[in-house]
């Protein structure tokens, strides 16, 4: 088959036929245009941005070195932080669970249920934590309980998704055992659907456990507890140094956050 | 028949069974229980409630939902105006953020550089990606001061701990025996990189680079917050201000966008791959 | 006595997967059913215990309709009727004893369901069937850790916890080594005239058929085409059944629920 062609001379080869060069300059030009756009138009004044690094060098210098006064201070922050986290993604199962058995199409009574269920888990997936912070810091003042709930009601979106996932994926041929002997559909979940489920439940909570420690370190900045408060008052009082140590703070607690959820993953499943 | 020791007493007649418990230690089952109470107990104690603000909080949200209902979308142009921020921030934090993710992706692939380079390489992600895209934002705010320019640094920094890790393990997977082909051709460690190593995370990089787009929008809506441009800052200044009506309205615009954002990037990556 | 009437089953516009079909099974009889892949066995089957609605025609069993029961009145027609499936359909993560009680879910309250607090009787019920089926000493071990023909004899144990009127076999040996699945024929066939319980299999060895079985039905494209003893069953009835559907028989069985299985026990298993 080779010898047919290497009869002609002068050949040229191309690395895309036509079609495909054709897609790749529409797509190009696409981009660049989109990017000419949002470059020219961007309202920014562009002498900072030149200057930019040198003010994060200066910013740098400004917090070296690490203040290591007011520790104790940071650590019960810390703690704090934890502890919104860890009661928040407790709190989210007895929500999550109930939205995630109804947003399953498996097991869900019927289609209202069904709407119903998936609906939830939008509009809690859809709004970040920290604006869900902002609504219940104007709700219930600043505090913990503005964290835990802001921390709670995104928790759902994502534990319910993902375990109406899993009930999605199960094995049917049990269900339709557990159906002959008789069993009522209640039986039924407990014996066909939530052993099969468990490894999965483990997972997704162990996961957005570590998910919710970072994201319990933002809340303070809107008021709503945990470490990102002594944060913002580090800020507000230019003490970079005391900044400093807090940052070096969060990054410890979110990869002790993550050396903890390794062992339990590995534990548990 | 013969029963083992798990099977309970042979004797005929008598026989009981009881679930093997899952953690078969008593003193640990009950002692995880007791632990779980200790925890909740303190936790719950030391935690600092303000039970007499808390209690406000019906008739706050009765005030804050009855001012959010209708929505109102009277100032669209400030909405337009905050939503162009954010996309634009989104836009070029992706681009550079992706562009940037290669190089530190290479560094931090335990097959392709040496020792010191890789610790350096895992260093920036691992940094990049424990700190909160907030956190980051509120240093940028205070380097740089208030505006988009914060918002794109804090995302681009943001992108290159995501992609950059999720590239350097598909870099550390790749087929090795094209390296070694490369090698064997006489290429050098550039040229080996173009045409053994490129090509093989392409597809991957693409699709990510989609999603990370899709990743920075929303992320884009809560910088702002923190004052580092994009659509986050108006709906800040309307909960400061309580325009409750304004504000909600920003919300769903914000479900609205991060819903079709969410589906283009989806159809985009199932295009590709 | 299970009598079955006139049953027609269509899925949605298709051709009928059974259509008028009339059988009778009395006293401790052990029936095979046999017919290629898609001829509507399993359909029949899962008929019976309503795992698939009927679409017209009478199921009795013992003299009470079956096809009209809904709600809590079909479920405890079901704890009456056992079954055992190809795939034994256990619950992988639980122990064997836990999936052998599970049989008595159509009779214990969900309290007790749910804390696994068995009633007596049912424990010692089922361990004398597990030592029966000699796999007791594997009560506490989960039932994924069984090979295939010990999971199906828990299959088979979990059906008879129901204290079944009559028990179903669907193709409970078709994911079976051969000797295995001698062994589970075996086990069905005397457990049939211990516990004097009909049992109707669904089988596509031919040969295990006539070997284990008093009576064979044969059913091709939904409709009965042979009824007899294995020494009738001739070559001219198993044409009648498998007669033109030779190896890649799914398009002309292409109305039927599931095309699970190849023709292979046409091709390799049959004895003639």
């Not at chain 2, 706050?60 to 001012?67: L, T």
């Not at chain 3, 004097?196 to 669904?202: D, E, F, G």
């Not at chain 3, 070559?235 to 028989?249: F, R, T, V």
Request: aromatic fraction near 8%; proline fraction near 5%; hydrophobic fraction near 50%.
């Amino acid at each position: 088959m080779v010898a047919k062609s290497s009869s002609r001379e002068g050949r040229v080869w191309h690395r895309y036929d036509r079609r495909q060069r054709l897609i790749r300059y529409v797509v190009l030009l696409l981009s660049l245009t989109v990017l000419y756009w949002a470059v020219s138009d961007i309202d920014i004044f562009w002498p900072w941005v030149w200057d930019a690094p040198n003010q994060i060098g200066s910013l740098g210098a400004r917090m070296w070195p690490p203040d290591p006064r007011g520790l104790g201070e940071i650590l019960g922050a810390l703690l704090e932080t934890v502890h919104i986290a860890t009661l928040a993604t407790a709190l989210t199962l007895f929500v999550a669970l109930p939205v995630s058995y109804i947003a399953a199409q498996n097991t869900t009574p019927n289609r209202a249920c069904l709407w119903l269920g998936r609906f939830i888990l939008v509009a809690s997936r859809s709004v970040n934590t920290i604006i869900w912070a902002l609504l219940f810091v104007a709700i219930f003042g600043p505090g913990v309980l503005a964290g835990i709930l802001a921390i709670m009601f995104r928790s759902i979106g994502f534990v319910g998704k993902l375990m109406g996932e899993a009930i999605e994926e199960i094995d049917r041929r049990p269900v339709e055992a557990m159906q002959a002997t008789g069993a009522s559909k209640a039986k039924v979940i407990a014996y066909a659907v939530v052993p099969q489920v468990m490894p999965a439940f483990f997972a997704i909570v162990i996961l957005r456990w570590d998910i919710n420690i970072r994201e319990s370190t933002v809340l303070g900045l809107v008021g709503a507890g945990g470490i990102g408060v002594i944060l913002q008052g580090a800020i507000d009082t230019f003490a970079w140094p005391t900044v400093a140590t807090i940052l070096i703070a969060i990054i410890t607690l979110v990869l002790v956050g993550e050396a903890v959820t390794g062992v339990l993953r590995r534990r548990v499943i | 028949m013969t029963t083992r020791s798990s099977a309970p007493s042979p004797r005929q007649g008598r026989r009981t069974w009881r679930k093997p418990p899952f953690i078969a230690n008593p003193w640990l089952r009950y002692g995880l229980w007791l632990a779980v109470a200790v925890y909740l107990v303190w936790a719950l104690g030391t935690l600092p409630f303000n039970w007499a603000r808390i209690a406000e909080g019906v008739p706050r949200a009765a005030r804050i939902f009855g001012g959010g209902f209708p929505p109102s979308f009277a100032r669209a142009d400030l909405l337009f105006t905050g939503f162009k921020e954010s996309l634009q921030i989104a836009i070029l934090a992706t681009l550079l953020g992706v562009m940037l993710s290669i190089p530190f992706a290479v560094m931090a692939a335990r097959n392709l550089v040496p020792r010191p380079v890789y610790v350096v390489g895992r260093a920036v992600i691992i940094v990049s990606r424990s700190f909160h895209p907030v956190i980051v934002a509120i240093l940028f705010v205070a380097a740089v001061g208030f505006g988009p320019l914060a918002g794109i640094l804090t995302l681009t920094l943001y992108s290159i701990g995501f992609v950059g890790k999720l590239l350097a393990e598909e870099i550390e997977e790749i087929d090795w025996g094209q390296v070694e082909a490369m090698k064997a051709a006489g290429a050098g460690y550039f040229a080996t990189l173009v045409y053994a190593v490129f090509p093989q995370i392409l597809p991957r990089q693409v699709g990510l680079s989609m999603y990370q787009l899709d990743s920075n929008l929303r992320a884009s809506a809560v910088v702002g917050i923190v004052g580092a441009g994009g659509i986050g800052g108006t709906l800040m200044n309307a909960f400061g201000r309580y325009d409750y009506d304004f504000a909600f309205a920003i919300l769903l615009v914000i479900i609205a966008v991060i819903l079709v954002s969410e589906g283009v990037s989806g159809w985009v990556r199932k295009q590709i791959w | 006595m299970l009598e079955i009437t006139n049953l027609t089953k269509r899925y949605g516009n298709d051709a009928p997967v059974l259509e008028g079909l009339d059988l009778k099974v009395e006293g401790n009889s052990v029936v095979a059913i046999v017919g290629a892949s898609g001829a509507g066995k399993s359909t029949l089957l899962r008929c019976i215990n309503r795992l698939v609605e009927p679409t017209s025609g009478s199921i009795k069993l013992n003299g009470s309709e079956l096809v009209t029961l809904k709600g809590a009145a079909l479920r405890r027609a079901r704890r009456k009727i056992g079954m055992v499936f190809q795939g034994f359909n256990l619950i992988d993560r639980l122990t064997v004893m836990e999936n052998v009680l599970a049989g008595r879910l159509g009779y214990v309250n969900l309290y007790q369901a749910i804390t696994r607090r068995y009633p007596r009787a049912d424990i010692e019920r089922a361990f004398t069937l597990l030592e029966r089926v000699e796999i007791a000493h594997y009560a506490n071990k989960r039932a994924d850790a069984l090979s295939g023909g010990e999971r199906q004899r828990v299959g088979v144990v979990r059906a008879l916890m129901q204290e079944p009127k009559i028990l179903l076999a669907d193709e409970p040996t078709a994911s079976l080594d051969p000797r295995t699945s001698e062994q589970i024929m075996r086990l069905l066939q005397s457990l049939a005239s211990e516990l004097s319980l009909p049992v109707l299999i669904n089988i596509h060895n031919v040969a295990q058929a006539k070997a284990y079985t008093e009576r064979i039905v044969g059913l091709r494209h939904g409709k009965m085409t042979f009824d007899g003893t294995p020494d009738e069953f001739t070559k001219s009835a198993l044409e009648a059944i498998y007669g033109g559907i030779e190896a890649p028989d799914d398009e002309l069985t292409a109305p039927a629920a599931k095309p699970r299985k190849g023709a292979r026990g046409v091709t390799h298993d049959d004895p003639l």
